[in-house]
């Protein structure tokens, strides 16, 4: 995804990746070692919303859309862009 914007896109990050597993992993296995881990609340209600600006900017790079255009987009919404642009955006 960096390399499609030409610059950082905050929030994909590994630390994030490996909070989504482990959320999956608990709410499959449901382990005390992994509870710890597992996102809850607010946490997992952002995480999803920039799961959600993920999956968008995915359909829309397979069916044509550019990213420049998607970025252009994305700035007018208020909520994925601050997902986007922000390091200390929720999640």
Known sequence: ???DFGEEV??????FARKVV???????????TLKAKAMVGGDMYWATRRIIMLL????????GVMAPAFR???KRHRE?????????APA
Not at 22 to 32: E, L, P, Q, S, V
Request: hydrophobic share 40%; glycine share 2%.
């Open 1 to 3: 995804m960096n390399a």
């Open 10 to 15: 905050h929030g994909f990050t590994d630390r």
């Open 22 to 32: 482990d959320t999956r992993n608990y709410n499959t296995h449901f382990t005390a």
């Open 56 to 63: 968008t900017y995915l359909f829309l790079k397979n069916i």
């Open 72 to 74: 252009l987009a994305l």
């Open 80 to 88: 994925f862009e601050a997902l986007f642009s922000r390091p200390d």
